[in-house]
């Protein structure tokens, strides 16, 4: 009894829907069901919110990584009753290795926000943007500029990524040759986008790449333009972000077709200049990533959804004529019930087989003394496949942020490190190769050499990939390895449409258009 005195009763105890987790996709999922008029309960079983997509302190990431790695003692049937199924929780990762080297980072430890699912950044014109607008949850949530963005070039340097024609001659690491094919193959995108868009497209019709290009390799079409191996880099990994190999032929995993790469390409150059104090494609949420559930979270509050943290769920109910899903029972004892039900991928149902070969991505956090270089706060970092090492089949990504984004103390730097891969080993490997490449584990190099930052604390583990499903009850995705939210989102939309066919995913208001404003002369304020 004195267990159950600490969970006070829910009241009302009928919801036409109720949301276990409040990781990014739940969050979206529960604002746009209030927004349609539903009736909403969000309960999360933590103490704060954004479940897997949350930005934590240091102890409590520490802490939330190792338990969540742990095989969980499963709750012992409690009868035959088949009207009731035992919920689980199901670890989403696995290998994890901490390691500190200053000890004095735990005295700060509160002073970092630091996100589980990095690196993740926003495309200015991406879908994270629109919907933050369209919804009305950008007045919750800041943004500042990535500074720059760089690219491995296999040899130990980092180049520029030119995002714009202005970039593109300004940049002093590339030849005037490299500049002229750079920027004639991004006019040759842009005049096929315009000529697409044309009323009278027969006046534009030699502009427009055919369909047949559309429908090959981004690659096999460079090659065709003779876009030098350093060109094609820029563009397939550092601006179009692709994951796998595209030289490796039929081998590759995903081949990105030049359809697909243009629309990439596109969104990034979209993306440059929209915000007058985001002058890259590249933005971040102040505070961290976790912010962004929040903000969700605070938008459904406001159309009248109820929220209890610290609230486990024990099971889900099901209709004893029919099998059908009729509620939940908490930790409490309490029994609701609800129309719909989402849960969030950290738990398993008694009758639900987990997900059989589950991909698998490499995630790595480090804390370092310094930045990569001394007047750039914040930036990406791109290493192409086998730009570190030559078996090396996918790219890895690296997210340099630094205090003026509220994430670490002052005098310390946070990088997000991520790599997709088979295999836990292949996964680690790629992240140990990125970290030799940057930083150093002893601040006594010698002076002849550049000196790299000193690695203070990092956490390397393997995540699961999960995809979203449809059924009894519906269960939303982990965070993916994109950069970005977009397919996240569009998984979340999707969801959202099997849940209320008939209702929109954020109906349109009065205030939706994309304007912005700036509140200084350093944040970005999405103000719709």
């Known amino acids: 009894m004195a267990e159950t005195e600490s969970y006070p009763p829910i009241d009302p105890t009928n919801f036409d829907l109720i949301v276990v987790g409040t990781g990014l996709p739940e969050s979206i999922i529960a604002a746009a069901a209030s927004a349609a008029g539903k009736t909403v309960l969000h309960l999360d079983h933590n103490p704060f919110y954004g479940s897997h997509y949350s930005s934590l302190s240091l102890q409590d990431l520490t802490s939330f990584l190792r338990s969540h790695s742990e095989i969980p003692k499963t709750n012992p049937p409690q009868s035959d009753d088949t009207e009731t199924l035992d919920v689980n929780p199901r670890p989403l990762y696995s290998d994890v290795e901490i390691s500190s080297y200053d000890d004095s980072l735990e005295e700060h430890s509160r002073k970092f926000n630091l996100d589980l699912a990095g690196p993740r950044v926003l495309f200015c014109a991406d879908s994270a943007v629109n919907l933050l607008l369209k919804s009305s949850a950008n007045q919750y949530v800041e943004f500042k500029n990535i500074d720059a963005s760089y690219i491995g070039d296999g040899n130990g340097n980092l180049m520029n990524v030119p995002d714009s024609k202005s970039a593109v001659f300004k940049d002093k690491t590339m030849k005037y040759s490299e500049k002229n094919q750079l920027n004639s193959f991004f006019k040759l995108v842009q005049g096929h986008l315009e000529a697409v868009k044309s009323v009278d497209v027969a006046v534009d019709d030699e502009k427009i790449i055919s369909d047949e290009d559309l429908e090959s390799p981004l690659v096999v079409f460079m090659d065709k333009m003779k876009l030098p191996p350093k060109i094609k880099s ?129 995630r790595g956090i480090c804390i370092t003394n310094s930045a990569l270089k001394p007047d750039i706060s914040s930036c990406l970092v791109i290493y192409p496949p086998r730009s570190l090492y030559p078996d090396q089949a996918t790219s890895i990504r690296v997210l340099q942020l630094g205090s003026s984004l509220a994430v670490s103390p002052s005098g310390k730097f946070v990088f997000y490190i991520s790599v997709v891969c088979d295999s836990a080993i292949e996964g680690k490997k790629s992240l140990q190769a990125a970290i030799d490449d940057l930083f150093s584990l002893h601040s006594d190099e010698t002076e002849s050499k550049e000196l790299k930052p000193t690695l203070l604390w990092s956490a390397l583990y393997i995540q699961d990939l999960i995809e979203g499903s449809v059924g009894p009850v519906v269960m939303t995705p982990t965070p993916d390895g994109n950069l970005n939210y977009n397919d996240i989102l569009d998984a979340t939309s999707k969801l959202f449409k099997k849940l209320y066919p008939d209702d929109e995913f954020f109906p349109e208001t009065s205030n939706t258009d994309s304007s912005d404003k700036l509140e200084d002369d350093s944040e970005v304020v999405l103000d719709s």
């Open 234 to 362: 820029i563009i397939l990994y550092a601006i179009a972000m692709v994951d796998y190999d595209q030289d490796a032929g039929e081998s590759c995993k995903d081949i990105l077709k030049t359809k697909d790469g243009i629309d990439r390409l596109a969104l990034y150059h979209s993306s440059v200049g929209r915000f007058p104090n985001a002058l890259g494609a590249l933005i971040y949420p102040i505070y961290g990533q976790g912010e962004l559930p929040q903000a969700f979270c605070r938008r459904a509050a406001v159309k009248g959804c109820l929220y209890v943290l610290r609230m486990p769920v024990k099971s889900v109910l099901l209709n004893k004529d029919n099998g059908n899903y009729k509620g939940v029972k908490l930790v409490s004892g309490q029994e609701l019930t609800s129309d719909k039900l989402v849960m969030d991928p950290s738990f398993t149902i008694t009758s639900s087989n987990s997900p059989s070969n589950v991909s698998k991505l490499a």
